[in-house]
């Protein structure tokens, strides 16, 4: 089996809700296969300002998947509410979560994306597993 895992300790990660979808392909890049997860701490428009009970600093979203030739993958991260300091000034506007697809015999991409603590990000890696 293939796996994708997203991970962060980013502080306050509780804030953002995380969409995966991943389609799985043949080599002639048909659509063969389908897996979407989400990972939502809070709803959307969320109110708190403190992290929700049973948080936990390290957090990992992960998604087995089937030994394919292509994969397209869309990943959203989606805040659910804002950090309490909306100004910029001397404060670092991003977190890092680190991007892994592999097999027990192969890494396939191994990346750290910087996400926009306020705007969350919305990206798509198309991959080939051959």
Known sequence: MNT?????????????????T??????????????????????????NQSAPE???RQRRVEVEFEPCDKIRLYVYIL????????????????FPLQVKIACP????LSEKWEINRFGGCGREVVLSLT
């Open 79 to 94: 805040p659910n509410s804002l950090p309490e300091t909306t100004t910029l000034k001397g404060i670092k506007t991003t």
């Open 22 to 47: 991943l389609s799985i392909q043949n080599s002639e890049g048909e659509q063969v296969g389908f897996h979407s997860i989400e990972d939502s701490p809070l709803p959307l428009g969320n109110q």
């Open 54 to 56: 049973g948080f936990v």
């Open 105 to 108: 015999e192969k890494v396939y």
């Open 4 to 20: 994708l895992t997203l991970t962060t300790s980013y502080a306050e990660n509780w804030r953002y809700n995380i969409l995966v």
